[in-house]
């Protein structure tokens, strides 16, 4: 079985090269041509011009963009071609509904559709131990498992296509309340003037110790926000949410506040940064002379 990979973006890199390890991996594609041809180069690979071109070297082509919009386009590009033996991927975060509407386009020439979100950053990304949330037959599933076991540490079948992102989703908003609380906690315990450091060790250990605060506390508190994941995206998926609750007659106020917080961010030119950088808006919680 052989796979290509589309997006080699701050978790694609990663993804990708877990393929390549597993020996899974036959061509790449990303979208700024440079990017592939480095990948490449590093990981002695194929890397193709066209989405389309991944299809003559791999059944299984897995996807990792940006948003909903740039899922589509990717699966318009190699919809025509696509056979009954192609199973196509989107570890993307984006709506069930896009899911399933890509699910229909690839169908028509009787391939596959999977959606499997991730999440674990990308460091889970690159260390293989990210954790897959699936949406597909069972049948499709099963076929694709080898692939999503090179790229992953936890896979859970969650039901038919589209599931895996409605679990995504609620992994975001729980992102977004983790993100508050550790943003106000940390600011809280710089204004007392407690070594932050040793902070962020302890309640990491602790009833309160998440990944969130474990692996982006410590740079936060010094002002660096390097992604990571980058907030613009956080922002895309929690629409997703308020969408999704909206439809399910509910809503979703701390993912609503989060949101809003980020497209202030976003207005102020920090929208490629960390999510940690929600950080920023905590300084004037404690006016110090
Ligand atoms: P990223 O670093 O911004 O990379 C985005 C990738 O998508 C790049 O390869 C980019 O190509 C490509 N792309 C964007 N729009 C495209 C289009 N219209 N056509 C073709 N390619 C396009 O993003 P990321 O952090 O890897 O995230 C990718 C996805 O995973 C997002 O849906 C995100 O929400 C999700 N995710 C991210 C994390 C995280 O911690 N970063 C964790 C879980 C899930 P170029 O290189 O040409 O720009």
New binding site residues.
Partial sequence: MKSAFI??????QGMAANLQAAGLLSAVY???HE?AEAFAREHDVKAVRTPAETLAEAEIIVI????D??VL??VDEIADQLTDRHVVID????ASDTAREAARRVARNGAGFVDA??????EGAKNGTLSIMVGADDAVFERVMPVLDAMGAKITHMGGVGTGQATKAVNQILCAGINQAVCEGLRFGAALDLPLDKVVDVVGSGAAGNWFVNHRGKTMVQDIFE????LK?HH??LGICLHMAELNGGTLPLSAKTREEYARLMEQGHGDEDISALYRLRSDLFQKD
């Fill in positions: 997006g080699l973006g701050g978790m694609g990303n979208r700024t990017k990792c963009v940006s948003a919009d740039d386009a990717m570890c993307s975060t984006v979100p991730v999440s674990g950053g990308t992604p990571g994941f980058k995206h895309k998926d």
